[in-house]
């Protein structure tokens, strides 16, 4: 992934919490734990959140 285009990684990381999102609602209607995708979904928001402010600031 470190290859890739940055706006690439930001739009993949979306993705990837959206469904992350879509997963947690799943499992929270199922009545099952969902503590380790919560914890999944901080880190790649908190990825996301860095890849955003590095690609704002431009390269390196």
């Known amino acids: 992934m470190e290859e890739d285009p940055p706006t690439y990684r930001i739009l993949r990381l979306r993705a990837e919490i959206l469904e992350l999102g879509s997963a947690i609602r799943q499992l ?10 919560q914890l999944l ?13 590095a690609n704002a600031r431009g390269p390196l």
């Open 28 to 37: 929270q209607r199922e009545g099952l734990d969902d503590a380790a995708a």
């Open 41 to 53: 979904i901080s880190r790649k928001r908190a990825q996301l959140e860095q890849l955003v402010k």
